[in-house]
């Protein structure tokens, strides 16, 4: 028969099919049927199957869950319940499959590659494309499990009523034409003569009533589903609901419990949804007196990983749930957040304050992550403040080999800018200013100033400090201008102007030094502010005293040495031996200045400086004003007799070496001590 020539059916031949509205999954097989005692609802399963999962729901939101190891019994106790009073409860039994690890692997490469042809194909392969579950009704009466589940039987045909009375009339009425009834209807064993019909037009009406869809089409091609209307329950126990069933399949996808509220499912006109509201504003509407929300629950029974999620919101923050981690809530957004508080663009930039974001991510305005952090700590200007209980950390992670990571500091508008900077390949950070290197750190600990360096502290100027710890400064003619000679009466009255002092600093009074006031020494020996003191500007006009007193054919040794107790302090020691005793003195007592000025006594000397021995003055000849040929560059006696220039290029002069002596028994001892 085709679709074209199938009459329809008139109310009078809906059959009334006495069917369970119970929904059998692919697991029918596997579950079987509940054993309902007034106690507890028991269930077993056969079968190869990881655990079953128990899920309850009944009046007033109730919700219970639990899971069931494979092998034993499923079982809802009545305390389960918690005290709920009567009413009709469902119960859903889900089968979680048993998966082998290769599978697992195979369903997690797919799922990394979205490749959902995959997942299907490998879930039908496994037969876990099914839910398997099953689900039914029941009841709860004076604090205990209603136990008949027996199904009612349908009402008894009586005799039909005719209009003159009482009398056996035929089971059937068929009528080969259209029917038209100008009035109502009620179909069913229970109607009765002069029915108040009220308002309605079609009534079925018997203890069990259902309107079932048979479509008989056989035709290939054609659709010949049957679907079924059905009110209630038909076994003790059972829901008062409304469900369509879907008969073909023993399915029932939609069903409505007695009692729901108004508006629990709206559809307008516009064909927008609402949820407990009859005005749906937009697609989807939901409308709760207390934090609505919708869950998404991937079971494990397709072979994940089951994971349950909740998106809610309330009065204090629109929220993510993480509900299988234990209803952690790791993304929230508290009312009254600004526009574009997070803005992902569509080239995957994300903007924190900002609806253009121009980098990865772009952050405009202050970032603050501090719950305790003290306020007074914080500046009004900070960007960003991170917290942590323990050590606090900040990566940035660049590519390997010739690369950079560099944090810039710099303003809108601006042609140049400060940085940190990191080299990948040779793990050298620079810190640099106006877009230049200033300090160079390299991977071996060598620092430069200005310059790539290769000794532990280097200047660009050539200064330097050397493995060894002597500090050799930077002494090239290159570097100098205004050369002259010192002359002695400058070196004699700049010395006779150093006057040494014992102090402490203000910072650290407990601890005291000896040294000079820079504010009361020459300016011959002073910074331009007469607030620091050099220690090289000393030993030159101590060099030319001595030289002026010492024999041209003295060796005189001139040298530093670093010693990182003495801090900020400078210790100027002179040696002075092989004066010759008879001849005019220069020094009249032991410990006097070298001056003929007289000098109050100093205190009590260290072992060191009494090994000054008492001298008297000698006449130094005078050094031999020349110079070489055209272009060469004349060494006084002093540098002759008294330094050796450096090798690494600087230009400088650094102490005599041990080799500059033909023993090392020449050097005298407590210079040889100083040294070590």
């Not at 069917?19 to 106690?39: K, P, Q, R, Y």
């Not at 009073?85 to 692997?105: A, F, K, Q």
């Not at 040779?426 to 230049?436: I, K, Q, Y």
Request: charge should be negative; hydrophobic fraction near 40%; aromatic fraction near 8%.
């Amino acid at each position: 028969m085709t679709r074209t020539n199938r009459r329809d059916f008139t109310l009078f031949f809906f059959a009334v099919l006495a069917m369970s509205a119970v929904s059998l999954a692919a697991s029918s097989a596997v579950i079987g049927d509940a054993d309902v005692s007034l106690s507890a609802i028991q269930w077993t399963a056969a079968g190869q199957y990881d655990r079953l999962v128990l899920t309850v729901a009944g009046p007033r939101g109730f919700t219970f869950r639990k899971e069931f190891e494979a092998g034993g019994t499923a079982t809802l106790r009545i305390a389960d319940l918690r005290a709920q009073n009567d009413g009709s409860y469902t119960w859903e039994l889900r089968v979680v499959p048993r998966i082998s690890s290769e599978t697992e692997r195979k369903l997690a490469e797919a799922r990394e590659a979205n490749d959902d042809a995959a997942i299907a194909r490998i879930q039908a392969e496994e037969g876990l494309d099914r839910a398997m579950t099953r689900s039914r009704a029941f009841s709860v009466l004076n604090g205990s499990f209603v136990t008949n589940r027996a199904a009612e039987p349908p009402s008894q045909r009586g005799p039909r009523i005719a209009a003159n009375g009482l009398k056996p009339a035929p089971n059937d009425v068929v009528t080969a034409d259209d029917e038209i009834i100008q009035g109502s209807l009620c179909v069913g064993l229970d109607c009765v003569v002069n029915e108040a019909f009220g308002f309605d037009t079609i009534r079925l009406k018997e203890n069990n009533t259902r309107i079932a869809f048979m479509d008989t089409s056989t035709s290939v091609g054609f659709p010949n589903n049957i679907w079924q209307l059905t009110a209630n329950d038909s076994a003790s126990g059972g829901l008062n609901k409304f469900s369509i069933d879907d008969i073909t399949h023993s399915k029932t996808p939609f069903t409505v419990v007695a009692d729901a509220p108004t508006n629990s499912l709206f559809i307008g006109s516009n064909g927008k949804v609402g949820f407990g509201n009859s005005g749906p504003a937009l697609h989807l509407h939901i409308t709760a007196t207390d934090t609505p929300a919708i869950r998404q629950e991937q079971t494990n029974g397709g072979g994940f990983t089951a994971q349950t999620w909740d998106i809610g919101a309330n009065e204090a923050n629109w929220f993510v749930r993480d509900v299988t981690g234990g209803s952690r809530l790791p993304l929230r957004i508290r009312p009254g957040a600004p526009t574009s508080s997070i803005d992902i663009s569509a080239s995957g930039n994300v903007g924190i304050g900002t609806a253009s974001p121009a980098r990865k991510l772009h952050l405009i305005g202050p970032l603050f992550n501090v719950p305790s952090f003290p306020a007074a700590q914080m500046g009004p200007n900070d960007l960003a403040v991170f917290e942590n209980n323990g050590n606090a950390n900040m990566t940035l992670l660049g590519g390997a080999g010739a690369f950079l990571s560099t944090l810039r500091f710099t303003y809108s508008g601006a042609t140049s800018y400060g940085y940190v900077r990191y080299f990948h390949d040779t793990n050298d950070l620079v810190l640099g200013t106006s877009s230049t290197d200033r300090v160079r750190v390299t991977s071996a600990g060598l620092v430069g100033i200005g310059v790539v360096p290769t000794q532990p502290l280097q200047h660009s100027n050539g200064a330097f400090l050397s493995a060894g710890g002597a500090w050799t400064n930077a002494s090239s003619r290159d570097l100098k201008q205004n050369i002259c000679d010192l002359d002695s009466a400058t070196a004699r009255q700049a010395l006779d102007g150093l006057l040494p002092v014992t102090y402490a600093y203000k910072l650290d009074p407990a601890e005291h030094h000896t040294g000079f006031i820079a504010e009361d020494s020459p300016d011959l020996v002073t910074s331009k502010d007469h607030k620091g003191m050099s220690a090289m500007d000393i030993a030159a006009v101590l060099t030319k005293v001595i030289q002026e007193a010492a024999d041209e054919e003295a060796n005189i040794i001139f040298g530093t040495v670093i010693d990182p107790k003495m801090k900020d302090e400078v210790k100027v020691t002179v040696i002075a031996t092989g004066f010759d005793a008879a001849t005019k003195g220069f020094l009249n007592t032991r410990g006097e200045q070298l001056s003929n000025i007289p000098r109050p006594q100093p205190p009590a000397q260290s072992p060191m400086a009494r090994t000054l021995a008492q001298t008297h003055e000698v006449k130094a000849p005078e050094p031999p004003q020349q110079v070489g040929s055209e272009g060469e560059i004349y060494d006084p006696p002093f540098f002759r007799k008294g330094f050796s220039k450096t090798t690494d290029g600087s230009g400088g002069f650094g102490p005599m070496a041990s080799s500059d002596f033909g023993n090392d028994l020449d050097i005298p001892t407590v210079i040889r001590n100083l040294s070590d």
